[in-house]
């Protein structure tokens, strides 16, 4: 018994059926988390590829070394350093923040580059011709670099989308109670792991399906050429 429902183990289909409020729960935190450090991912991540483009070096370089980090350490080094740490020095974070935090930090080094890289992909005739019609920094981002590097970065977005709705079971070792860790709850509890992980498995399936067919979807009514902000 978990959350005042009880399950029945005679059968796999009635044992999946009795254990999926309690699933479906963990799926509701999957969602947030996954909502929450996407969200930091994708505005951490414009932040650092602006700062990567600064004309000072010291800001360039610095932020070059803090995506690098983040890039090429483990997710799990992280939430452990965030969850762990921290609170030695003063600061406590509460864990769902924590682990929404850590995902955030993480997907935030692979979105910068790929801000930078669609950012870069804008031809050098159009940055000079802006800076001939005396178009401000913000004007320039506004109406010429942000509503073409749109459609070129999406799929790659998407991917990530995908990448972080399956890093969320990694928030279970900083007691996060999402599917995964509910699952392995239910399984130590009636020794039967099967249906609890494969009901797990086939739902994040679906949830990929729907974000790769929302994806496409978005890529075909999108236009090539860009998004027009105004």
């Known amino acids: 018994m978990m959350y005042g429902f009880e399950w029945d183990t005679s059968t796999p289909l009635i044992f999946a059926w009795s254990?999926?409020?309690?699933?479906?729960?963990?799926?509701?935190?999957?969602?947030?988390?996954?909502a929450?450090?996407?969200?930091?991912?994708?505005?951490?991540?414009?932040?650092?590829?602006?700062m990567r483009r600064s004309r000072f070096k010291?800001?360039?370089?610095?932020?070059?070394?803090?995506?690098?980090?983040l890039r090429d350490t483990p997710l799990l080094v992280q939430l452990f350093f965030l969850y762990y740490v921290l609170p030695e020095y003063g600061l406590t974070l509460p864990a769902f923040l924590t682990g929404a935090l850590a995902i955030g930090l993480q997907y935030s080094a692979?979105?910068?580059?790929?801000?930078?890289?669609?950012?870069e992909a804008v031809p050098r005739g159009q940055w000079e011709a802006a800076t001939a019609l005396n178009l401000t920094r913000r004007e320039i981002y506004r109406d010429i670099v942000v509503p073409q590097i749109v459609p070129r970065i999406l799929p790659t977005m998407g991917n990530y989308l995908v990448a972080v709705i399956k890093e969320?079971?990694?928030?279970?070792?900083?007691?996060?109670?999402?599917?995964?860790?509910?699952?392995?709850?239910?399984?130590?509890?009636t020794f039967d792991y099967l249906v609890p992980l494969t009901l797990v498995g086939a739902i994040f399936l679906i949830l990929t399906l729907i974000c790769s067919a929302g994806l496409h979807w978005l890529q075909k009514v999108l236009p090539k050429a860009g998004i027009p902000l105004r």
Do not use: C, D, H, K
């Open 110 to 119: 692979y979105t910068s580059e790929v801000y930078r890289g669609g950012i």
């Open 19 to 34: 254990i999926l409020p309690i699933i479906l729960i963990g799926l509701t935190v999957t969602l947030q988390a996954a």
């Open 36 to 50: 929450a450090g996407f969200a930091i991912a994708l505005v951490l991540g414009l932040v650092f590829a602006l």
């Open 168 to 189: 969320t079971p990694v928030l279970s070792v900083v007691t996060v109670l999402e599917m995964m860790g509910l699952a392995n709850m239910i399984g130590e509890r």
């Open 58 to 69: 010291l800001v360039s370089w610095t932020t070059a070394v803090v995506v690098e980090f």
